[in-house]
């Protein structure tokens, strides 16, 4: 993680990062928190595939990823999963058809800054399969992937490795 050490409010060269989620400035009293933030992830279902994004920028760019995302201020984390899916693949969901099913924590390194994210997982199935418009799309490519084929290490995240990992068992 990327050291920070000049104090944005005193600027002198004295932040202090506790090694887990706090900076904080001696000289003036300064502190930054890096609480954890929520995200989203949603497996997009039909029958016995599941539709995944392959990520166009780093962090792991040109691994798979679930869609999905973090959540805004002052938006519901169902209300994250309307708003991404509609982003990344112009599909409009209804809310009530959404399954929330566990969390798991994960780190998100962007720009040499570790942010330690709960990732919360959805299920959504579709009546049919659909393909992504990509040149409307802030996604390279999506993929429909039949559940028995799905390669964990091809997948962008550790916390999504160890989702699949139980999800599995119980196709
Ligand atoms: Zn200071």
Redesign the pocket.
């Known amino acids: 993680m990327k050291i920070l050490k000049y ?1 944005p ?2 600027g ?1 060269e ?2 202090n990062w506790d090694g887990e989620k706090k900076w904080s ?1 001696p ?2 009293g ?1 502190s930054l928190y890096n609480n954890v933030a929520g995200a989203v992830a949603v497996v997009i279902r039909h029958e016995d595939e599941i539709y995944l994004t392959r990520r166009n920028r780093d962090p792991k760019k040109g691994k798979l990823d679930l869609a999905g995302g973090f959540v805004d201020p002052k938006e519901s984390a169902e209300e994250t999963c309307k708003r991404e899916l509609f982003e990344e693949l112009q599909i409009d969901i209804d809310i009530s058809n959404l399954k929330y099913l566990t969390s798991l924590p994960n780190v998100y390194q962007y720009k040499e800054i570790d942010y330690n994210t709960i990732d919360l997982f959805y299920e959504y199935h579709v009546p049919e399969k659909f393909e992504v418009s990509l040149e409307l799309s802030e996604i390279s490519e999506a993929v429909w992937i039949p559940l028995k084929d799905l390669n964990l290490e091809d997948l962008a995240f550790d916390s999504q490795k160890k989702f699949f990992e139980g999800y599995l068992k119980n196709i």
Do not use: A, G, H, Y
Request: net charge neutral; aromatic share 10%.
């Open positions: 104090c409010n005193c002198k004295s932040l400035c000289e003036c300064f």
